[in-house]
């Protein structure tokens, strides 16, 4: 086992802290990365708070993680070192299943979350990438392509498969009317990659205050959700919608911009369940669904796709030491529009 250096949330209601523990001892299909740079996911905020009822700790959150391959296991033929590679939100799938379902692994039974969560042993904790350093399979291990830059590539791990999922899945390209709801840090990848595909892209955010970085990065049309006109205007427009935000909103309301066969897509998790009405759906033949990341092939297809149009996240900055500062500013939405975290500030 080797040592490693990191931060974690001790308890709920604490900042996270620095902490010292034992990475595994690499298996033969094991990979040894060096962490170089690791998103801030609000997840990792809501997990390190215990906001979703499942926490384990002690907790090192992260996990939009690119950093060097450092060691490979004996077995390991996809990768060198010296690569550079990423890892994102889970690091083992199926555990329970005959067979790995390497386009839907996502969402079947044993999905082994990237840290706070057990290895299939069922005893080794998961820790993720607010660390200097990881084990993954090499099945896990993902490929970034040379011309991206490490640091803001880091967030396509989570925020870039997050929306470019549902973009494939439901078909985003020439011809489709594409609607964004919230410009954050899943937001504008929707914006970013939605473009790239070819589809006609809106932003449908709170307030004007972004339009400027919206168009910029490749949406046609921007409205504030909080003129009611906006609603009356859009009514009947777009073809798919991909909602961003984990805050309560009337879902109907959104559903009505919805062309016939439309559909709206959660990708952002409210903490309580909103009112849905049935006649929101029926007369358009509207669909209300939900998606979650990406299987770790599709994830490499987006990391791909990524490097052929040039597409990274826009990022800050920082050192782990402001770390709970940048959570606080997450949850203010005060950031444009990704925080990373440069390792290399845990020797200081």
Known sequence: MAIARGYAATDASQPLTPFTFERRAPNADDVVISIEYCGVCHSDIHQARNEWGFSKYPMVPGHEIVGTVSAVGSSVTKFKVGDKVGVGCFVDSCVGCATRDLDNEQYMPGLVQTYNDVEADGKTPTHGGYS?????????????????????????????????????????????????????????????????????????????????????????????????????????????????????????????????????????????????????????????????????????????????????????????QNINDAFERVVKSDVRYRFVIDMASLKA
């Not at 952002?268 to 509207?286: D, K, N, Q």
């Open 132 to 320: 200097d350093s990881i084990v993954v399979k090499e099945g896990y291990v993902l490929s970034i392509p040379d011309n991206l830059p490490l640091d803001a590539a880091a967030p396509l791990l989570c925020a870039g498969i997050t929306l470019y999922s549902p973009l494939r899945h439901w078909n985003a390209g020439p011809g489709k009317k594409v609607a964004i709801v919230g410009m954050g840090g899943l937001g504008h990848m929707g914006v970013k990659l939605g473009a790239a595909m070819g589809a006609d892209v809106t932003v449908l955010s709170q307030t004007l205050s972004k339009k400027e970085d919206g168009l910029k990065l490749g949406a046609r049309e921007y409205y504030a959700t909080s003129d009611a006109e906006t609603f009356a205007k859009l009514a009947g427009t777009f073809d798919l919608i991909i909602c961003t935000v984990g805050v309560a909103i009337d879902w109907n309301a959104y559903l009505g911009l919805l062309k016939v066969n439309g559909s709206m897509v959660l990708v952002g998790v409210p903490e309580h369940a909103v009112p849905v009405h049935a006649f929101s759906l029926i007369p358009g033949r509207r669909s209300l669904s939900g998606s979650m990341i990406g299987s770790i092939k599709e994830t490499q297809e987006m990391l791909d796709f990524c490097g052929e149009h040039g597409i990274v996240s826009e990022i800050e900055k920082i050192d782990i």
